[in-house]
């Protein structure tokens, strides 16, 4: 499966946006989804990650809350909407595909990667 995040861009602390994951390829709803984020300097980290069907979420700890996974597999998009931006926030984001039915927070467990979108937050 291939896929192209998309819907990144500069926005203010406090602010929200929406990033998209569109995937091509293979059946969408075969396949968990998930969102990872690397600022610079620093390692990917786990952000969310979503079920095949969509009913199960999982959050890192520290973004519970403020961000939200979604998906519509009639579109084969998934979504993770980030509300109250902060600028710890900044990252490139990366959406990711893996073949379980429940996929989690480990890099290993995803088969296929976006591009990425960078999300800058100012001050």
């Known amino acids: 499966v291939q896929l192209q995040a998309s819907g990144g861009g500069l926005v203010q602390a406090g602010g929200s946006l929406r990033l998209s994951c569109a995937a091509s390829?293979?059946?969408?709803?075969?396949?968990?989804m998930g969102w990872f984020r690397q600022a610079p300097g620093k390692e990917r980290e786990f952000v969310a990650a979503i079920s095949r069907s969509g009913g199960i979420t999982y959050y890192a700890d520290s973004l519970k809350g403020r961000f939200t996974i979604s998906r519509d597999n009639a579109k084969n998009t998934g979504y993770l909407q980030m509300n109250s931006l902060k600028t710890e926030d900044t990252a490139v984001y990366y959406c990711?595909?893996?073949?379980?039915?429940?996929?989690?927070?480990?890099?290993?467990?995803?088969?296929?990667w976006g591009q990425g979108t960078l999300v800058t937050v100012s001050s």
């Open positions: 390829g293979r059946t969408f709803s075969g396949y968990g």
């Open positions: 990711a595909a893996g073949s379980q039915k429940v996929v989690g927070s480990m890099i290993y467990e995803y088969d296929y």
